[in-house]
């Protein structure tokens, strides 16, 4: 059976209109372990947990963001399947915009950096196709309904 994680593809806009399409800007986390790889925080769902509230955890638990703090964008939900260290993995993202522009970031020990990024940036960093093509799903659909 496939490790089951949740997590949260956070982002924020740069203008208040939103017009301008670039304002947009997505949290990357740089893990302290391993490839040191680039993601949006994640993690494994825990018993009696559900996907979503296994995101919002794993959120406060890496990057310091409280649920308060963020507005869940209804209407998108993404999976994606892989292999992580010769085992098959499922992680379930959803998108989540910061409330405040501004708002603190508050790394835990798991990882040693973050970014926010544009989309194509975000797109190099995020090293995995199944990432960069999460981000671009994530992005046309914010780009495509009106806030």
């Known amino acids: 059976m496939a490790l089951r994680a949740c997590g949260l593809i956070i982002f924020r806009r740069r203008l ?3 017009v301008d399409n670039t304002a947009i800007e997505f949290l990357l986390l740089q893990a302290s372990d391993g490839i040191h790889h680039w993601t949006p925080p994640k993690g494994h ?3 009696g947990e559900n996907e979503l509230e296994t995101a919002l955890r794993e959120t406060q638990e890496e990057a ?3 649920a308060s703090q963020l507005t869940i964008i209804e209407g998108f939900r993404k999976e994606l399947n892989y292999v992580a260290r010769g085992k098959p993995k499922t992680v379930i993202y959803w998108l989540a915009e910061v ?6 970031i508050r790394l835990s020990h798991e990882h040693q950096a973050y970014r926010w990024l544009g ?3 975000a797109c190099q960093l995020a090293q995995f196709k199944e990432m960069k093509a999460a981000l671009q799903e994530g992005h046309q659909f914010l780009c495509s309904t009106v806030a």
């Not at 409330?99 to 603190?104: L, P």
């Open 99 to 104: 409330k405040d522009y501004a708002v603190e």
């Open 64 to 66: 310091g963001l409280k």
């Open 16 to 18: 208040i209109p939103k």
């Open 45 to 47: 769902v825990e018993p």
């Open 119 to 121: 989309l194509d940036e």
